[in-house]
């Protein structure tokens, strides 16, 4: 029997919508204020959901102190970041920083660590209570 399970970590971190190769006039028309410098921050919330069998030792499908490490390591290890700053991926004239690129960041980073037992079922990233991307993987 497969279950899942959902761990939510949170990080701020602060981003900045800006094309380089666009004018300002033009960044400010298609962004707004998020186009501005120096960027503006979230309190971030990233939910993990894991599909996977109970492991009849633990009673559980996934070991939550290795889970929580991965997350601090690819996740919570951007609290405080300027993520066009600080994470080349999402460096200026590269992948904007949007809830949805974000969403794909963590899924792709996650998956490769994650025991073979286990399906990543989704990665939820949410800037606020108004506004979050979920990523499922590849279809």
Do not use: K
């Amino acid at each position: 029997m497969a279950l899942l399970l959902t761990r939510t970590v949170t990080f701020r971190a602060m981003h900045r919508y800006y094309r380089p190769e666009w004018s300002a006039e033009e960044n400010q028309a298609r962004f707004g204020f998020t186009s501005e410098e120096p960027g503006h921050s979230h309190q971030y919330q990233c939910a993990v959901t894991l599909e996977g069998p109970i492991d009849p030792s633990s009673s559980m499908i996934v070991d939550l102190v290795e889970l929580d490490r991965i997350l601090s390591e690819e996740v919570t290890v951007l609290d405080g970041a300027h993520l066009n700053e600080d994470v080349p991926h999402f460096g200026y004239g590269r992948t904007l920083p949007t809830c949805e690129a974000l969403a794909l960041f963590f899924y792709e980073r996650i998956l490769r660590r994650l025991p073979p037992a286990l399906r990543l079922e989704r990665v939820r990233v949410a800037e606020d209570a108004t506004l979050h991307a979920e990523y499922t993987g590849p279809r």
